[in-house]
């Protein structure tokens, strides 16, 4: 059975992170924290959120590509993987190509850039030289003086069919975001295991997806928590069964995690679940 996580949403002013978190965290497997711009960054939310909870899996969702050095990048996961062993889980993509363009690293093969950067902070995180000279991405005659043992998984947050694909070559997991439904996973799972067998890869590969939540009266239907955020499918509905229904849809799937992404109060919304909802679906 998937597990179920929680996203802590981009407008959570920062110095309410931690409460957030800590509030949450009994309730669900995985937190995940939100880097979008020009909200908080993710490396002082993540740090902040580790801080104020125990047990449950703490994600970077996502980490932009094109403004993310991957050696900064290994160093700042390397050491909350270290401080808070077995705790983290990592993601990068594209970023938002407008976001990109407007601050000045929008490039002309963002594919191309996402493998590099990939590719390069994972052999980091293993304690390796990525030696790589590539299209954007040097990075080589160094290795971590401090690598994390184990090194936490990287995953990729994914679409297309083209970083699909990139993902199950070189990524140890994929990440689905909101509008995106049971039909979708299928595709993606189907893309993502053609290119591991060509790849040769058989370790585990983790499935994430976000869903779009919300439980109350459609009236009151508020926007999505991000204008970016894809039209589609997502898990709303009048009560409590109404919903879980929808969500139990995705149990059928081959996910391996849920993270329910609120509409609305995210507080009010996610406690919600918790009381009314995730009880129904175990």
């Keep these: 059975m998937a597990e179920i996580g929680a996203m802590i949403r981009r407008d959570v002013p920062p110095e309410n992170v931690g409460m957030h978190a800590a509030s949450l965290a009994p309730a669900f497997n995985e937190l995940w924290i939100v880097e979008d711009l020009p909200f908080a960054g993710g490396i002082s939310q993540l740090s902040e959120v580790l801080r104020h909870t125990d047990d449950c899996m703490i994600g970077h969702g996502i980490a932009p ?3 993310r050095n991957p050696m900064a990048l290994a160093m700042e996961w390397a050491t909350l993987a270290r401080i808070y062993p077995g705790r983290l889980r990592c993601g990068l993509g ?3 190509q407008s976001w990109m363009a407007a601050i000045g690293e929008k490039v002309a093969s963002p594919l191309t850039l996402l493998e ?4 390069a902070t994972k052999a ?3 304690g390796e030289d990525p030696e790589l000279a590539g299209r954007y991405r040097s990075v080589s005659g160094y290795t971590l003086e401090f690598p994390p043992d184990p090194a936490p998984g ?3 947050g994914a679409v297309g069919p083209k970083t699909l694909a990139l993902s199950g070559r070189v990524a140890d997991g994929t990440i689905i975001p909101e509008g995106h439904g049971p039909d979708h996973i299928d595709r993606a799972v189907e893309i993502i295991a053609q290119a591991r067998v060509e790849a040769n890869r058989t370790d585990p590969h983790r499935l994430t997806l976000f869903v779009g939540f919300y439980c109350g009266p459609m009236a009151e239907l508020p926007p ?3 204008e970016e955020m894809i039209p589609g499918w997502a898990a709303v509905g009048e009560s409590a069964d109404e919903v879980a229904e929808q969500l139990g849809e995705l149990f059928e799937t081959e ?3 849920i993270v329910l992404v609120p509409f609305g109060d995210p507080q009010s919304q996610l406690e919600l679940a918790a009381t009314d909802v995730l009880p129904q679906l175990s």
């Design 65 to 67: 590509g094109p403004f």
């Design 94 to 96: 594209h970023g938002v």
């Design 116 to 119: 590099e950067t990939t590719i």
């Design 124 to 126: 980091l995180l293993a």
């Design 154 to 156: 990287v995953s990729l």
């Design 224 to 226: 999505p928590p991000s």
């Design 255 to 257: 996910v391996d995690s």
